[in-house]
């Protein structure tokens, strides 16, 4: 019986240790194959990091680790690129300083892994000419992969100052991608949130799923692709009931038989606790967080809630407790793109939804009129 990959994220440890892996790769190629500047957001704890290895892994041309998945025999693997990837979970930002300071020595290990010797000063000049001396040595457009890249924002709403800083910080730093696209062959961001447009305002920058500005903290980025709410990519994270069925199934008929109950059983009472979250209103998933733990403790409890909850969002629910009722609606509606909002007046129906506490239920795309979606709680816990 394969293991649990609990709190693993790296993929080549999940192949080479014997855990279950779910199979993403059919939506990661369709991905790959039709653009090369993407954007995901997706509450913590739900495999964003995952997929991030993932695709580690596939551009550098790993092939015996895809083996008796989707892509092994449909992927070039001799076509290996060189790779930037940068986890802000491992960056320190508690200063624009240390911001700074990190990032550069991010860069100056990747330079030294590949033995590059950069010459640069300062930290943008230096991530530019990494970018290119990448390239260059191996004659490969340059992947990168950035985990998290709001972290180091919304972890410090404390010090709205710090905060706006170190978006400033990254604002910059996200412009050396533009500067740089003939040497990029594809860049892959997730976030919690999606930082849109940087207001005339001492707070941060509106957090929206919308469009992307000219003023947004991405509009170093050229055509920037935001699959969060895509109908085609709602399941490259998370567990579908066919994907729990088929891939727990061992892990499935051992609880049920030390409760001694049936497989039917459990898996209702499995959809009563953790069915429910939907980026299209269709597609419906499990946490993969709060299966691994079922399973791995062998009774239920609320795990994504203890582990996955932003420290953000409670203290900002610590200091605007009167807007909590809109949780007990039974239904929000929204138009169009999902509302903008600055965190000096921020719109809690998206910052719910962003963190996982709100859901789509329903989407209603009618021609030549704005989308409309119904939120509701999501069965999670």
């Known amino acids: 019986m394969k293991k649990l990959p609990l709190g693993i994220s790296t993929f080549s440890e999940i192949i080479e240790e014997n855990y279950i892996y779910v199979d993403k790769t059919q939506t990661i190629y369709e991905m790959i194959n039709q653009g090369k500047t993407y954007f995901l957001s997706r509450p913590r704890r739900f495999g964003k990091s995952l997929l991030v290895s993932t695709l580690e892994e596939i551009f550098s041309g790993n092939k015996e680790y895809f083996k008796d998945l989707y892509i092994y025999d449909k992927w070039d693997w001799n076509e290996k690129h060189p790779i930037i990837q940068i986890d802000f979970g491992k960056i320190a930002y508690e200063t624009p300083e240390t911001l700074k300071l990190s990032l550069e020595d991010d860069i100056i290990e990747i330079a030294d892994e590949n033995n590059i010797t950069l010459k640069k000063k300062f930290l943008n000049p230096k991530f530019s000419e990494l970018i290119k001396k990448l390239h260059d040595k191996t004659g490969k457009k340059v992947v990168v992969l950035i985990d998290e890249y709001d972290m180091a924002i919304i972890d410090c709403i404390k010090s709205m100052k710090i905060a706006k800083q170190n978006l400033d910080i990254l604002s910059d730093f996200y412009k050396v991608l533009k500067a740089s696209d003939k040497y990029l062959k594809f860049i892959f961001l997730t976030g919690v949130s999606k930082l849109g447009e940087i207001g005339d305002f001492a707070g941060l920058a509106n957090l929206r799923f919308a469009k992307f500005s000219k003023t947004s903290i991405f509009s170093g980025l050229n055509n920037i692709t935001d699959i969060t709410l895509n109908s085609k990519y709602s399941m490259i994270c998370g567990y579908s009931q066919e994907e729990l069925e088929n891939s727990f199934k061992e892990y499935i008929d051992e609880f049920a038989k030390a409760n001694n109950i049936s497989g039917e059983i459990l898996l209702s009472e499995i959809k009563n606790w953790y069915d429910g979250y ?11 967080y709060s299966i691994l733990s079922l399973f791995n403790d062998g009774e239920f409890g609320n795990y994504w809630f203890e582990t996955g909850t932003p420290s953000f ?69």
């Open 313 to 381: 969002l409670m203290e900002y629910i610590k200091n605007n407790d009167k807007k909590v009722g809109i949780l007990f609606k039974p239904t929000t509606r929204i138009f169009g793109t999902i509302p903008s909002f600055n965190l000096e007046k921020i719109d809690f129906t998206t910052l719910l939804l962003q963190t996982g506490y709100l859901t789509i239920k329903r989407k209603e795309v009618k021609f030549a009129k704005l989308s409309k979606y119904d939120l509701v709680i999501p069965i999670k816990k």
């Open 278 to 288: 939907s980026w299209d209103g269709e597609n419906h998933l499990y946490n993969p």
